[in-house]
C-alpha cells in the first residue's frame, strides 16, 4: 500500500510540475545614454517613437518610449563614471520593422542620416537569406539600430 501511495504522488506531482506553464513576453529593453535630452530627439524624431509616462514622473534622467504590442524601450541617463563606458557593436542592436521600408530610406536620406549594409557600406541595403531588407545606423550615443521590412 505505501509502495502504490509513493506511486501515485509521484506521477501526480509529475503532471502538477508539468503543468506549470510560464508565458514569457519580452516587456522592455533599457540603454543607457550620455544626454537623455538629444538621445530623446532622436528617438521621438528618426524613429517616430511615441514618449510615454514612466513610474517615475519626477526623474527627466530616464524616458519611456512605446515600440509597440505593449513594448517599450527605456533610455537613462547616468553617470558614466559610476556605471561605466558602453560598449557597443553591430551584432549587439535594436531591430524595429516598418510597413514602407522605401519611403523610410528617403527619410534617413532627407535627415542624414548615415545608413548602411551590416558590412558597412554606406547607402547600401542588406538583404537577408528570407529576403527581408534591413539597414543600420546608429543613435548619438553609438548604439545599432536596425530598420527592416519584415512582416509580422
Known amino acids: 500500500m505505501k509502495n502504490l501511495i509513493l506511486i501515485l504522488t509521484l506521477v501526480f506531482s509529475c503532471f502538477y510540475s508539468n503543468a506549470q506553464s510560464f508565458s514569457l513576453e519580452h516587456d522592455h529593453s533599457t540603454i543607457q ?3 537623455i535630452n538629444k538621445s530623446v530627439e532622436f528617438y521621438k ?3 517616430h517613437l511615441k514618449e510615454i509616462p514612466s513610474p517615475w514622473p519626477e526623474n527627466k534622467m530616464i524616458r519611456f518610449f512605446d515600440t509597440g504590442n505593449n513594448q517599450q524601450l527605456h533610455i537613462g541617463q547616468v553617470n558614466v563614471e ?3 563606458d558602453v560598449k557597443v ?3 549587439l542592436h ?3 520593422a516598418v510597413i514602407d521600408f522605401d ?3 528617403i527619410y534617413l536620406n532627407e535627415k542624414d542620416v548615415n ?3 551590416f558590412a558597412g557600406e554606406s547607402k547600401k541595403i542588406q538583404i537577408r537569406p528570407d529576403g527581408v531588407r534591413q539597414v543600420y545606423f546608429q543613435d548619438p550615443d553609438g548604439y545599432w539600430i536596425e530598420v527592416n521590412d519584415a512582416k509580422h
Open 82 to 84: 559610476f556605471f561605466g
Open 103 to 105: 519611403g523610410y530610406l
Open 89 to 91: 557593436n553591430k551584432v
Open 115 to 117: 545608413y548602411s549594409n
Open 94 to 96: 535594436i531591430a524595429f
Open 33 to 35: 545614454v550620455e544626454d
Open 45 to 47: 524624431d528618426i524613429l
